[in-house]
Nanobody, 120 residues
Framework: QVQLVESGGGLVQAGGSLRLSCAASGTIFSLYTMGWYRQAPGKQRELVAGITTEGSTNYADSVKGRFTISSGNAKNTVYLQMNSLKPSDTAVYYC??????????????WGQGTQVTVSS
């Protein structure tokens, strides 16, 4: 069973930066898509950024130009560099992945989530 483990969340002031990491275990195969979703209190979970093994990326409009998703050198790892953070970025961030591409929604596997809090 694939397991995703996130790290790197925390408390930061507006304008600051954080880097989230996600590593998958439980499989010898490459996960085709890996990405990040977030959920703020009272809001639906939303896509933040995604990347495929071919290097194709996509971002939510709200984070374009501020966040960068990248794959790690180790197989099945992904990072999210978050710069110029805003209080509106405060949420629980979840790593998401799958062996297949799902154009209409998230992949099958989820991490446990890591809290990101941006103070004003």
């Amino acid at each position: 069973q694939v397991q995703l483990v996130e790290s790197g969340g925390g408390l930061v002031q507006a304008g600051g930066s954080l880097r989230l990491s996600c590593a998958a275990s439980g499989t010898i195969f490459s996960l085709y898509t890996m990405g990040w979703y977030r959920q703020a209190p009272g809001k639906q979970r939303e896509l933040v950024a995604g990347i495929t093994t071919e290097g194709s990326t996509n971002y939510a409009d709200s984070v374009k130009g501020r966040f960068t998703i990248s794959s790690g050198n180790a197989k099945n790892t992904v990072y999210l560099q978050m710069n110029s953070l805003k209080p509106s970025d405060t949420a629980v961030y979840y790593c998401n992945a799958d062996f297949h591409y799902h154009p209409s929604g998230p992949g099958k596997y989820w991490g446990q989530g890591t809290q990101v809090t941006v103070s004003s």
